[in-house]
């Protein structure tokens, strides 16, 4: 089974802190994605990875910043935490290449910033 | 732009009825790929059906299928004989062919399905 995990469930920072949310996926994956999702809005994509060192910004990438050290492993930064990035973040990952390749998900973090 | 609209923001259906959630997306492209996934509460998205545009019958996953009008630019799930382990929130996601950076999932808003006993 493929397995996306998260490292934290819930998670509450203050203000102003540096956050790290770290996802790993054990499929060797070449695709690695981060997602916010709100009540109402859907899951919007913050930023996605294609391969190692690689990243593209999603559609919502202002307050936040990535990094693929290894191929299994996709952190998300929030850099100066503010309270309208309290969400779920949810980490996916998929295949690359020709075909539908499906995206597999996390559990995801439940970020609250106070 | 892509974009996904799902115009229920909830739906509610008896348990052994048939419940049909609906998904319309708006693109200029002609290949691509269109996604149901379920988020139970507090569990994690998991792939419910997935249709290529390509095709034209519709795709079947045991209760679950699809109504793909690709004129109409619309994508409906149909749920039959549903059950309690139905209920979550659905998401209709539509996915770029061209591969590459087209990769990622546009997302609806979702549907929140409530199944009574």
């Known amino acids: 089974d493929v397995k996306v995990t998260q490292s934290s469930r819930y998670l509450v920072k203050r203000t102003g802190e540096k956050v790290f949310l770290e996802c790993v996926q054990d499929?060797?994956?070449?695709?690695m994605f981060w997602y916010r999702q709100d009540p109402g809005l859907g899951l919007r994509l913050i930023y996605f990875s294609y391969d190692v060192k690689m990243k593209e910004k999603g559609d919502i990438p202002e307050g936040y910043s990535v990094s693929r050290e290894k191929k299994e492993r996709f952190s998300l930064i929030l850099e100066s935490a503010s309270t309208n990035q309290t969400s779920m973040y949810l980490c996916?990952?998929?295949?690359?290449?020709?075909?539908?390749?499906?995206?597999?998900f996390g559990p995801g973090t439940r970020l609250t910033v106070l | 732009a892509q974009t996904v609209t799902q115009s229920q923001p909830e739906m509610s259906v008896q348990e052994a009825e048939t419940v049909t959630l609906s998904c319309t997306y708006d693109t200029s492209e002609s290949d691509y790929y269109l996604f149901w996934y379920k988020q139970p509460p507090s569990r994690q998205m998991i792939l419910v059906i997935r249709q290529e545009a390509y095709k034209q019958q519709n795709a079947t996953e045991n209760r679950f299928s699809v109504n793909f009008q690709k004129a109409a630019k619309s994508f409906s799930l149909k749920i039959s004989d549903s059950q309690l382990g139905d209920a979550a929130m659905y998401f209709c996601a539509y996915r770029s062919a061209r591969g590459g950076g087209s990769e990622k999932l546009v997302f609806g808003k979702g549907t929140k399905l409530t199944v009574n006993p």
């Open positions: 499929m060797d994956h070449e695709n």
């Open positions: 996916a990952s998929s295949f690359a290449g020709e075909g539908w390749r499906e995206q597999f």
